[in-house]
């Protein structure tokens, strides 16, 4: 089985400083694990996503997260918050027919 | 391509009254998703869809809800009857899923509001 669990429901940073949105995940084998994003009153987008190739992953707008199977972690990090970002992230690991989204985190910017 | 679309993008309705959503996936994809969003629960997977077969309903929440795909290109989900406690934003997305294995990335429409008065 599979799960997701991410560890803030809500993170605060002030525009310009780094951005760490937590993840961890338990799957009995290797997993796909995607970061999406949504934007108040859109629907969810596509950040990222690993699939057993490199641990790093690049994602758009400048997130990246990284794949650490002896952690069971992929979080999510960027070095400089921009207003922009402010949205709701949410961390998900396949097979996704197993309700595997995870909560959500709220991440809010300030100036 | 225009991404996934969803129609009504708002629906205000009374208890007791059907609501059908509807949604066309992105052309050439092969499954489709509908998904509800509360702030009580969260994102749940409703049901999928591959090739036009549903594969898993086990979230479909119960007997009022019920989903078809009749084909390639257009999907719906319908209610009946509505309750107050189904509002909330239905997400409809699809994949390009060549065996189903999770790893593929789905798009999403930009949802339904629904309000059940």
Known sequence: AQSVTQLDSHVSVSEGTPVLLRCNYSSSYSPSLFWYVQHPNKGLQLLLKYTSAATLVKGINGFEAEFKKSETSFHLTKPSAHMSDAAEYFCVVTPLEALNFGKGTSLLVTP | ?117
């Open chain 2, 1 to 117: 391509d225009a991404g996934v679309i969803q129609s009504p993008r708002h629906e205000v309705t009374e208890m007791g009254q059907e609501v059908t959503l509807r949604c066309k996936p992105i052309s050439g994809h092969n499954s489709l998703f509908w998904y509800r969003q509360t702030m009580m629960r969260g994102l749940e997977l409703l049901i999928y869809f591959n090739n036009n077969v549903p594969i898993d309903d086990s979230g479909m929440p119960e007997d009022r809800f019920s989903a078809k795909m009749p084909n390639a290109s257009f999907s719906t989900l319908k209610i009946q009857p509505s309750e107050p406690r189904d509002s909330a934003v239905y997400f409809c997305a699809s994949s390009d899923t060549k065996d189903y294995g999770g790893s593929e990335t789905q798009y999403f429409g930009p949802g339904t509001r629904l309000l059940v008065l």
